[in-house]
């Protein structure tokens, strides 16, 4: 069963623009990770943020985290064509220190 | 080269054969895991292990089975291959005192 529902499932900007990424969750967790997935390729970690944090910065990504609401959102600031890609969001949950729920994904486009 | 390697990348075969697909880790990690991913359904776990000689079920075990008995190797077999099993089956691995998962590139699995 999935725990996270990203939201929306596809999106496409002009490079140079912002890109946010909406995911859900259902249960309470320990972490919450995003990954990217370009095209044909396996998947490659971008930034975990644990429960006890509201935001977090990793060069152009932004991601915050509202256990509240069961949510997090990902911003990619100034887009880049290489941006290009799927984004995923994984979640640890609280009774499980190993496995990850996945969402659906969301398929990121960077028009040049 | 360091890292975690999948073969092979593309398979084709019929109802009823039996398939294997290899995963091989050069970083002694612990734990590793399989998933595999449709459309729509984000990545599913397979099965996992937490180090060699323990491996435990994921969300969708059935008509699969998976073997450690060396830390870096982490085989998964179809027993006898169903068309619903045509997937993309990733093979992924993290340390101990991580929680961030590394992947391989993915085989490309299509039953017939």
Same mark, same amino acid.
């Given at each position: ?16 623009? %912002? ?11 320990? %972490? ?5 997935? %370009? &095209? ?11 429960? %006890? ?17 069961? &949510? &997090? ?12 890609? &799927? ?26 | ?112």
């Amino acid at each position: 069963s999935q725990q996270g529902e990203e939201d929306p499932q596809a999106l496409s900007i002009q490079e140079g623009e %912002n890109a946010t990424m909406n995911c859900s969750y259902k249960t309470s967790i320990n %972490n919450l990770q995003w990954y990217r997935q %370009n &095209s044909g390729r396996g998947l490659v970690h971008l930034i975990l943020i644990r429960s %006890n944090e509201r935001e977090k910065h990793s060069g152009r990504l932004r991601v915050t985290l509202d256990t509240s609401k069961k &949510s &997090s959102s990902l911003l990619i600031t100034a887009s880049r064509a290489a941006d290009t890609a &799927s984004y995923f969001c994984a979640t640890v949950r609280m009774d499980s220190n190993y496995q990850l729920i996945w969402g659906a994904g969301t398929k990121l486009i960077i028009k040049p | 080269d360091a890292g975690i390697t999948q073969s092979p990348r593309y398979k084709i075969t019929e109802t009823g054969r039996q398939v294997t697909l290899m995963c091989h880790q050069t970083w002694s990690h612990s734990y590793m895991f399989w998933y595999r991913q449709d459309l729509g359904h984000g990545l599913r776990l397979i099965y996992y292990s937490a180090a060699a000689d323990i491996t435990d079920k994921g969300e969708v075990p059935d008509g699969y089975v998976v073997s450690r008995s060396k830390t870096e190797n982490f085989p998964l077999t179809l027993e006898s291959a169903t068309r619903s099993q045509t997937s993309v089956y990733f093979c992924a691995s993290r340390p101990d005192w991580e929680e961030t998962q590394y992947f391989g590139p993915g085989t490309r699995l299509l039953v017939l």
